[in-house]
Nanobody, 124 residues
Framework: QVQLVESGGGLVQAGGSLRVACAASERTISPYVMGWFRQAPGKEREFLAAITRSGDSTDYAGSVKGRFTISRDNAKNTMYLQMNKLKPEDTAVYYC?????????????????WGQGTQVTVSS
């Protein structure tokens, strides 16, 4: 089992920026496709972005394309999500996840390991 821990969440004004991170506490993340999801109260968990093992390819949901950037540092066993031009509707708990697949994936059932989430709140 891969243990993942998110960090960097907090309160930010609309139009501002925030970077959240996801670190593996014990095992390396290099064998895994990594992804970010978010979930607001009363809503389904939403796919945001994914990145290949080497970091040479990425995929984004249309709602965040052009505003969010996913990256990874395998030497540090850490993945990041840089969030710019934040909007109040971005308010949610943000989760990182790891997938044993070799392809970029966007569905919850395709990710085997999950962090506990970090709260991001965007004020208007």
């Amino acid at each position: 089992q891969v243990q993942l821990v998110e960090s960097g969440g907090g309160l930010v004004q609309a139009g501002g920026s925030l970077r959240v991170a996801c670190a593996a506490s014990e095992r390396t993340i290099s064998p895994y496709v990594m992804g970010w999801f978010r979930q607001a109260p009363g809503k389904e968990r939403e796919f945001l972005a994914a990145i290949t093992r080497s970091g040479d390819s990425t995929d984004y949901a249309g709602s965040v394309k052009g505003r969010f950037t996913i990256s990874r540092d395998n030497a540090k066993n850490t993945m990041y999500l840089q969030m710019n031009k934040l909007k109040p509707e971005d308010t949610a708990v943000y989760y990182c996840a790891a997938s044993p697949t070799s392809l970029l994936v966007k569905y919850r059932h395709q990710y085997a390991y999950w962090g506990q989430g970090t709260q991001v709140t965007v004020s208007s």
